[in-house]
């Protein structure tokens, strides 16, 4: 996703570096609970890998958290027409067959 989009061409600590250590922080915390053995996690195993992340995780404004790089729709005008006009007609198809 951040190199499909250029999200790294300015700065090194950015927004999308910040989700992607969330995301692989909390990646593995349920890597390492799921290793003991149960296949699914119960909701309240899953509640408690949740504020064990929270507690352990480690996020520093130098991350990105103090500034923001501001999303222009312009930018990207051609992409998300191409979406809608994508997902409408699916919806069209989706309608015509039931």
Avoid: C, M
């Avoid at 700065?11 to 609970?33: A, R």
């Avoid at 995780?57 to 994508?86: H, P």
């Amino acid at each position: 996703f951040r190199d499909a989009y250029n999200l790294h061409k300015d700065n090194d600590h950015n927004s999308i570096d910040t989700l992607i250590n969330v995301s692989n922080h909390y990646g593995e915390l349920l890597e390492s609970e799921k290793s003991k053995g149960k296949k699914n996690l119960s909701p309240r195993e899953v509640n408690n890998v949740i504020k064990k992340g929270y507690e352990t995780l480690s996020i520093q404004s130098k991350d990105g958290l103090d500034r923001w790089e501001k999303y222009r729709e312009a930018d990207e005008k051609a992409v998300l027409k191409k979406i809608a006009r994508v997902a409408v007609e699916d919806v069209r198809k989706l309608l015509r067959e039931s």
